[in-house]
């Protein structure tokens, strides 16, 4: 899980998030960034990523997200920057 105040300070790039539990809109520093729409190729990059960080890491997380990867789209999220994007 994330804590609070997700985003705060953050000028650049993408945060990708798993969101099984809903906790994120509470989280969120709206004063920095904002959730995004995911494209296909967000959920692409997330897929391999998660798949590197498996091959690296064997983590037990990676490999169950991957296993239950066709339920798991509905729960990630994008958050951006507000400036500088």
């Known amino acids: ?18 969101d099984e539990t809903g906790f994120i809109p509470a989280r969120l520093n709206s004063s920095y960034v904002r959730e995004a729409e995911l494209s296909g190729e967000d959920i692409s990059v997330v897929n391999a990523l998660i798949q590197q960080h498996r ?15 066709e339920g798991k789209g509905k729960f990630l999220k994008k958050i951006i920057p507000l400036h500088g994007e």
């Open 55 to 69: 091959d690296y890491t064997a983590s037990p997380l990676a490999v169950r997200i991957l296993e239950e990867w």
């Open 1 to 18: 899980e994330a804590g609070s105040n997700i985003g705060a300070g953050m000028t650049g790039g993408t945060l990708y998030l798993l």
